[in-house]
């Protein structure tokens, strides 16, 4: 399956973001989107998720124009993990995450049994099951996040979007969440992140798409994308790259 935007120009009703934006991603593979802040990467996202209207071109699932399927058929193909979330009910955690199983049946129905073993699954996979009965609003930014990545794997999609992954997460679940990204494209589902941090999409990702002031400035391989002149273009800093036995690694000049 493929998910892509083909000439796309985005932005919102009083202003244009970005324009003549092409990006393409299949299931099994995992691509990073890179670039500085107010560079457009969110709307870009949010434009490839449908919450956004393409104001040019077309974002196509599997070659159909997405505007064309319903929130509900969008909802089991693609899920969504923003980078943050405003916590309004004391929802336990596990009811946060059976909230992923709305794309499959009834939004007012009962969850079945197959609804909570596979909250039960992704509560576990992702190390936080000792949290099911936490009230949603009394547990960690850090801990958040991670609820509502196992709220999207228990959509069951094709692909998943994540808004800066590991924004709100110390350095062991950093790791966890970069680990699980490996094993989402292992497990056939395409996978799409933003970040500010290179060396997560070394590590993390298949191919890397350079996004500055709403233009696209590089795209392709991660380890042929992510070098010192196109960091040091992208951001509009130096950059110092450390290679070791352990491999390579970027940090600010």
Same mark, same amino acid.
């Given at each position: 399956? *493929? ?5 796309? @120009? ?37 434009? =490839? =998720? ?27 193909? *693609?899920?969504?993990?923003? %980078?943050?979330?405003?916590? @309004? ?49 009394? *547990?960690?930014?850090?801990?958040? %996040? ?8 228990? %959509? ?9 992954? @590991? ?6 679940? %950093? ?49 042929? *994308? ?7 273009? =992208? ?12 491999? @390579? ?5």
């Amino acid at each position: 399956m *493929i998910l892509e935007g083909d000439k796309l @120009t985005i932005g919102y009703p009083d202003r244009v973001v970005g324009t003549s934006l092409d990006v393409r991603m299949e299931t099994g593979e995992v691509l990073a989107l890179l670039g500085p802040n107010g560079g457009g990467k969110t709307t870009l996202l949010k434009t =490839l =998720l449908g919450l956004l209207p393409p104001k040019a071109g077309e974002v196509r699932l599997d070659g159909a124009d997405l505007s064309s399927r319903s929130i509900r058929e969008r909802a089991r193909l *693609i899920a969504y993990v923003p %980078q943050t979330h405003v916590a @309004t009910f004391a929802f336990t955690v596990e009811a946060v995450v059976l909230m992923g199983r709305t794309a499959h049946g009834d939004l007012f129905a009962r969850p079945t049994a197959r609804d909570r073993m596979v909250a039960v699954t992704m509560l576990d996979r992702l190390g936080i099951a000792a949290l099911a009965n936490r009230p949603y609003t009394m *547990i960690s930014g850090g801990e958040r %996040q991670l609820v509502l990545l196992a709220r999207a794997l228990a %959509q069951e999609p094709q692909f998943i979007v994540l808004d800066e992954p @590991t924004a709100n997460l110390d350095f062991g679940n %950093q790791g966890k969440v970069m680990r699980e990204i490996r094993a989402l494209a292992a497990s056939g589902l395409g996978v799409l992140f933003t970040t500010h941090d290179p060396n997560h999409a070394l590590r993390a990702a298949d191919r890397a798409y350079l996004l500055r002031g709403g233009e696209r400035i590089a795209e392709g391989p991660t380890k042929e *994308i992510l070098t010192q002149a196109q960091l040091e273009a =992208l951001y509009g800093a130096p950059v110092r790259v450390i290679t070791d036995a352990t491999g @390579t690694a970027f940090v600010p000049g």
